[in-house]
């Protein structure tokens, strides 16, 4: 991660794919998988999971259950990932870096309040733009495969659904191409106006040139994806 701190979590599938066939309640468990996997790391219960990603992930979520288990389509489900993700990852940025990293452990504390917006901005991307593609392209045919394989569990709305007749191939590719773009539009940013010099002074060039790789990478990735979607359309 460029600014030293957040995940690469591509497990997002699993909360994603449980609040599609249980509903919003039992995520409350699936979000204590953040902090098993952060104690694990750190080899103790880790204040910042308890603090940022308990209330963010639940609360986003159990929005997405929420969304789908009144009227499932697929398309609600890409419009759910898409704002779920969103949510879910900002409140997470902000509770992480304004609560946990500034007042609790008083490390950004001497930060001015750009660079603190900047660094929930970036994090709210970066987990948005990587957590995406995993939603998006796995997540549906484990649906289906758990809806084939045990019909008993999956609600009858998700069952008579077809991934293969009904998934909307144009909103899923745009669901790939627009985020994407935005992501190349701000590595752009970055490197061609004053924001990335005021990054560089306020994080360090290094920071600043792993951000600009993170966008285009990530950015070009998605883009890819998606135009091939279309292509293939």
């Known amino acids: 991660m460029p600014w030293g701190f957040g995940q690469f979590r591509p497990v997002v599938i699993i909360p994603a794919f449980f609040a ?13 998988i953040g902090i098993i996997a952060d104690s694990v790391k750190h080899g103790y219960v880790y204040p910042g ?8 992930n639940f609360l986003g979520f159990y929005l997405f259950g929420h969304i789908l288990r009144k009227r499932f389509t697929w398309g609600r489900f890409i419009f759910a990932s898409h704002l779920t993700l969103t949510l879910a990852n900002l409140v997470v ?6 609560v946990y990293k500034t007042i609790y452990m008083g490390q950004l504390s001497g930060l001015g309040r750009g660079s603190l917006t900047l660094l929930v901005a970036g994090l709210t991307l970066w987990w948005f733009i990587t957590m995406l593609p995993f939603v998006l392209l796995v997540t ?31 909103g899923l590719a745009l669901s790939m191409v627009v985020p994407g ?36 990478l990530s950015g070009g990735t998605l883009s890819l994806i998606g135009s091939t979607i279309l292509i293939k359309k």
């Not at 999971?49 to 963010?56: D, H, K, N, Q, W």
């Open 20 to 32: 599609t066939i249980f509903g919003p309640l039992p995520i409350g468990v699936i979000a204590a």
């Open 49 to 56: 999971s308890l603090i940022a990603a308990v209330p963010g």
């Open 93 to 98: 940025a902000a509770l992480y870096i304004l």
């Open 140 to 170: 549906p045919p484990l649906i289906r495969a758990a809806a084939a394989s045990f019909p008993s569990v999956v609600p009858e709305d998700v069952r008579m659904h077809s991934l293969s007749r009904e998934l909307p191939e144009r």
């Open 181 to 216: 773009l935005v992501m190349v539009l701000l590595g752009a940013v970055v490197t061609f106006t004053g924001l990335g010099t005021f990054m560089a002074a306020s994080f360090g060039q290094g920071t600043k040139t792993l951000i600009e790789a993170m966008t285009y």
